[in-house]
């Protein structure tokens, strides 16, 4: 089935999962596991399955009185919190991936010439940086598309004066896609082999004028890929499902940009449900963004980035879902910690929020609660309440017997596993795991036939997506303290 068909949400599913029990390579590194104050205590073999060769430490509460002050119960304790510890490289990462062969020219047009494109110092989103270390030599930009024509000339001075000189030196700037096409067809060139859309969500997934870039790019590019930012717009969640059904019909490869579904751990966790049969029972997520440094006023803006919970948040409902499955959205409850209550007051707002009509003003915390169609349960938090840049996320999802936490994905994503017969938790960590690599990686793959290609979020399932966040935002809104004014 293409790829783009299918909806890869259902938690039975193990779409992208190859380092399995059978695996040599990924579960047999050696353990960072340190003990040095504890006895060893002798122990029958455990005959646990764990996925690592990671010798078992004893873990039992008898053991507490091999030591014999108070230090070095808590140093126990807090040393014990992980019994087996993985970390090895993963395959695929960008920096274990095989150096990029000679080839074909591989001919991309970008749309959007911002951060997701091109890098900031916001985080380690840069698309253009992962697809010069997949296609190397190959990779041809032909052009890039922004109504801003000075950005767009500037980020090509940049990578015209570095290594990769050869994707841009013919890079052609326009100011809309039409206009590309225009000269396209006159030059009689071939239509590129991908189309990557990293302009504001306000621009596409939409059915009208000025939001319609899918459809108007049916109607232009018809055979080429698409890979296509998150969320999928900012209209409503009817219009997104119209641009569904319109790429679902055309049937070309979408992929769109929920890269936390690529990470090592979250694959790893669908391995554990596949191979243990699981039935998710819970997902809990959390996601805390550092607001000090968000400086964009759109992001602080109802208006225009729809809310945090919508333009961000939208990662771990993805994540959620990716577990849990379809939603029931008639379940979505939520409450909310707005601008105007006293626990939502923030001292580092670095924009100046007295230029934004009170109405459109984001909530600080959302906190939200609904059912799958399973009948298990997800919750969610959204919260703008950090300061400094690093962010604090965390998903757990449930299961008979298992308690899976994922821990900080953007900075050094950790697994930690409590399993049935153990009371103590198994970690796994994947050093230079990279999921923007990995969603690119797979993307091009799918397009040009590589091995085992996957796509892990199709525009349908981001849809879903869309449709939860929504909801949250709705709910949240529809049952919030008014705000009393002296
Ligand atoms: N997956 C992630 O982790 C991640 C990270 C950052 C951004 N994003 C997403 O990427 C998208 C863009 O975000 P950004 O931070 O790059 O924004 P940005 O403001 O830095 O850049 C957007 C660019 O698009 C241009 N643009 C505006 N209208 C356009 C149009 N009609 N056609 C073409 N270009 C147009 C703007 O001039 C600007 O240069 C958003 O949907 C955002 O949510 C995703």
């Known amino acids: 089935m293409h790829p783009n068909l299918r909806t890869i949400a259902s938690p039975a599913l193990p779409p992208l999962i190859r380092f399995g029990g059978s695996s040599s390579r990924t579960f047999t590194t050696s353990a960072s596991f340190t003990r040095s104050l504890l006895p060893r205590i002798q122990q029958s073999q455990c005959n646990r399955c764990l996925s690592t060769s990671t010798p078992l430490l004893p873990r039992h509460t008898h053991a507490r009185s091999t030591v014999d002050n108070v230090t070095s119960t808590i140093s126990y304790q807090i040393q014990n919190r992980a019994i087996a510890t993985t970390a090895t490289a993963p395959d695929g990462a960008m920096f274990s991936h095989p150096p990029p062969e000679p080839g074909a020219d591989f001919n991309v047009v970008m749309i959007g010439a911002g951060n997701i494109m091109f890098g900031s110092d916001e985080g380690p989103w840069n698309h253009s940086f992962r697809f010069e270390h997949k296609l190397g030599r190959r990779l041809k930009v032909t052009a890039l598309i922004d109504p801003s024509t000075a950005r767009a000339e500037k980020v090509l001075d940049g990578k015209r004066q570095s290594f990769v000189e050869s994707a841009y030196k013919d890079t052609q700037v326009f100011r809309t896609i039409e206009d590309y096409h225009a000269a396209l067809k006159s030059s009689k060139a071939a239509d590129p082999h991908a189309i990557v859309v990293g302009c504001p969500p ?44 319109a790429l679902v019909k055309n049937g070309n490869i979408v992929s769109v940009g929920y890269m936390l ?15 243990n049969n699981l039935t998710v029972m819970a997902t809990n997520a959390r996601y805390s963004c550092a607001y000090e440094a968000i400086a964009k006023p759109a992001w ?31 379940s979505v409850v939520a ?24 109405e459109l003003r984001i909530p600080r915390l959302t906190s939200a609660i609904w059912k ?9 938090q959204h919260a703008v309440a950090l300061q400094g840049t690093a962010y604090a996320c965390e998903l757990e999802v449930w299961a008979d017997g298992y308690h899976m936490r994922l821990v900080d994905p953007y900075q050094s994503p ?12 198994e970690r796994h960590s994947f050093t ?48 919030k303290w008014p705000q009393v004014k002296a």
């Not at 799958?372 to 969610?380: D, E, L, P």
């Not at 950790?414 to 399993?419: F, I, K, Q």
């Not at 399932?461 to 909801?471: C, F, N, Q, V």
């Open 335 to 358: 409450r909310s910690v707005e601008w105007y209550e006293e626990p939502g007051r923030l001292s580092k707002v670095p924009i100046d929020e007295s230029k934004i009509d009170e």
């Open 261 to 275: 579904r690529y990470l090592r751990c979250v694959q790893k966790m669908k391995q554990i449900i596949h191979e």
């Open 414 to 425: 950790t697994l930690y596993v409590r399993r049935p017969g153990d009371d103590h938790e």
């Open 432 to 479: 230079d795991d990279d999921p923007f690599f990995s969603e690119v990686s797979h993307f091009i793959d799918c397009i040009e036939g590589g091995p085992d290609p996957h796509i892990l979020s199709s525009f349908e399932d981001a849809t879903k997506t869309y449709e939860l966040t929504w909801a949250i935002r709705l709910a949240a809104e529809a049952s």
């Open 202 to 245: 306000a621009y596409r997934g939409g059915t009208t004028k000025g939001t319609d870039l899918e459809i108007n790019l049916l109607k232009l590019f018809p055979k080429t890929a698409y890979f296509i930012e998150k969320p999928v717009g900012t209209g409503t969640v009817e219009a997104a499902k119209d641009v569904t059904d």
């Open 372 to 380: 799958y169609a399973n009948g298990a349960v997800g919750s969610f």
């Open 300 to 330: 602080w803006n109802k208006a225009i980035d729809m809310g945090p919970v919508i333009e961000q948040g939208t990662h771990f409902c993805d994540l959620s879902r990716y577990f849990g499955g379809d939603v029931d959205i008639d």
